[in-house]
């Protein structure tokens, strides 16, 4: 058998101990509850994509498209296929409807998207930072 000291830090480490207290939380005798867990990690980590946009929203708890375009380096389309898949999936929500900037062209106004349980913090930090970069760029 192997075994590591808890003050080391590796990542399969990590993942055995972040799933371990997972299973902890829930009935482990509920085989329903383990089948839609396991689903829904598989239909996360699919993706390239899906898992970036879902490690952005875990680190930030908030995002526009815009954002994770400019911050992950990720085509338009690319962004919004993901925002819908995780939001198939139940994990983020809209938060906020911006309001249309004045002098603009039209279009759909963006959306701040944010996972369950994010805070009004996060939602304002999201919203700042689209405003800030929309600024940086003309957009």
């Not at 990542?11 to 972040?18: C, K, L, Y």
């Not at 296929?81 to 995780?86: D, F, P, V």
């Not at 062209?105 to 913090?121: F, H, N």
Request: proline share 4%.
């Amino acid at each position: 058998m192997i075994t590591s000291s808890e003050d080391e830090s590796s990542p399969i480490g990590d993942i055995v101990r972040a799933f371990r207290l997972l299973l902890d939380k829930c009935d482990t005798n509920s085989p329903t509850y383990l089948r839609t867990v396991l689903s829904k990690l598989r239909n996360i980590f699919a993706s390239k994509a899906i898992s970036e946009v879902f490690t952005y929203f875990c680190l930030h708890g908030a995002s526009t498209s815009w954002i994770l375009q400019c911050e992950l380096n990720m085509p338009e389309a690319t962004a919004y296929r993901a925002l819908k898949q995780l939001r198939t999936l139940g994990f983020i929500a809209p938060a906020l409807k911006v309001s249309k900037v004045r002098h603009s062209k039209g279009g759909p106004r963006p959306t701040i998207w944010a996972l369950e349980g994010a805070s009004q913090e996060e939602v304002a930090r999201a919203y700042h930072e689209m405003r800030r970069s929309r600024k940086e760029t003309g957009k």
